[in-house]
């Protein structure tokens, strides 16, 4: 389904074609520090579902520790992130930060990923099936 988003500021605005059913919550510790939250929400696109309608985001590329590149999207005036992506040629699925989404309550999370790492004064979050990290 096409969905609409932007940043806070209004700088940045996108489109992208995501499937409801790929929503998820990511509790690794490089979700918390780039969300400065305690756990981020990500809505997959398809391949290549992700258009800029307006503005252009600065890139920040993460290196894991296994090596592997991730390109991290944030408005560059109020900082809102936008998307992470992998890096290099080929059809790109975008990891859509839900937030910034204008229909976020419409995309609940469907699975949280590494678990070992979620701040244990989270409250269970329903239906969401864990996946061990
Ligand atoms: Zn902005
Ligand atoms: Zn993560």
Known sequence: MKHTGGCHCGRIEYEAEI??????????????TLSGSAYRTVAFTAPDGFTLTKGHPTVYVKVADSGRERQQAFCPTCGSPIFAAPVGEG??????????????????????????SRLDWLPEMGDAADMPG
């Not at 499937?19 to 918390?32: A, G, K, L, R």
């Not at 059809?91 to 070992?116: F, Q, S, W």
Request: proline fraction near 10%; charged fraction near 30%.
């Open 19 to 32: 499937d409801p059913e790929d929503v998820i919550i990511c509790h690794c510790t490089d979700c918390q």
């Open 91 to 116: 059809p790109k699925v975008y990891g859509i930060r839900v937030g910034t989404l204008h229909a976020r309550t419409a995309l609940p999370p469907k699975k949280e990923y590494y678990c070992d």
